[in-house]
């Protein structure tokens, strides 16, 4: 079946009427919450961040998404790279390391969705000649100010598990400020999803049309993230290109060893 299908695999377990309707309710009322906290965010400050991370391990346990999480996310502020499927993935991340995202300025223009990403502290990347730079240098500016940064190197959301190529050029941040970089392996499954493979609903790609992708994975029962932090990386010796290289070089390991396992009975980290 294709990732990007309305049609639901019933392989998955499915919520029946009335369980659909209680998670409906309780995501409304996370989402009616959010909308009425958003104002006070910017009035927060630095401490804003610490209620947008509350925010969505609530968004999280609504959408019956559950974090396996391997590793620890570091003390200190570092440049987070991943890959990318989909829109689930700045919920989950999010989360995991309480970042600020970069993200394409089309994004800032959605309704609601644009609010909480400026809430959030996303940098915009607008596109033109000399735009990088400056993306590179907010980026960079977050990080000399104690904040972990997180964008996704491939440009574009995947359906398969191991990373495409890594675009280099926001890596300078890291380097120019000498703030380290962190990779992180992203999978999402369930108890029939393949080693080595997504939940066959989680990819949101190819510009499919986002509602029917949403509302599809609502149905879901339950769906786990698996988030596999992997060794910080000293930019010191690097250059943009081998650093981006040596990213995507951990990520694909991680992902590779973790589809060489046994499959075991996961035991997700709570989202509250």
């Known amino acids: 079946m294709s990732a990007t299908s309305s049609h639901i695999d019933t392989d998955h377990p499915l919520l029946g009427r009335v369980g659909l309707w209680l998670k409906a309710l309780r995501f409304a009322g996370v989402l009616l919450l959010g909308t009425v906290l958003l104002p006070v965010v910017p009035l927060l400050g630095q401490r804003s961040k610490h209620l947008v991370n509350w925010w969505l391990g609530r968004m999280l346990n609504a959408l019956h998404i559950r974090l396996d999480i391997d590793g620890t996310p570091p003390s200190g502020a570092a440049l987070v790279v991943s890959n990318h499927c989909s829109w689930l993935d700045i919920l989950v991340l999010g989360r995991v390391f309480n970042t600020a995202f970069v993200s394409k300025a089309e994004i800032g223009g959605w309704p609601l969705v644009g609010s909480f990403a400026r809430a959030g502290g996303t ?22 100010a104690g904040r972990s940064v997180l964008f996704f190197p ?17 890596f300078a941040a890291a380097i120019d400020g000498d703030h380290p970089v962190l990779p992180v392996s992203l999978r999402y499954c369930d108890a029939t999803t393949p080693p080595g493979m997504h939940h066959a609903l989680a990819p949101w790609v190819n510009e499919a049309a986002l509602w029917p992708h949403f509302r599809d994975l609502f149905k879901l029962r339950e769906m786990h993230a698996e988030i596999r932090i992997c060794a910080l990386l000293d930019p010191r010796g690097y250059d943009r290109r081998s650093l981006a290289e040596a990213s995507r070089n951990a990520v694909a390991h991680r992902q590779a060893v973790a589809a060489s396992r046994p499959r075991a009975v996961i035991q997700p980290a709570s989202a509250e």
């Open 154 to 170: 491939e440009g574009t959301t995947t359906s398969d598990p191991n990373p495409r190529h890594f675009h280099a050029r926001l």
């Open 123 to 144: 940098v915009f990347i607008h596109r033109g000649s000399g735009k990088t730079g400056e993306t590179s240098a907010q980026i960079r500016a977050n990080l000399d």
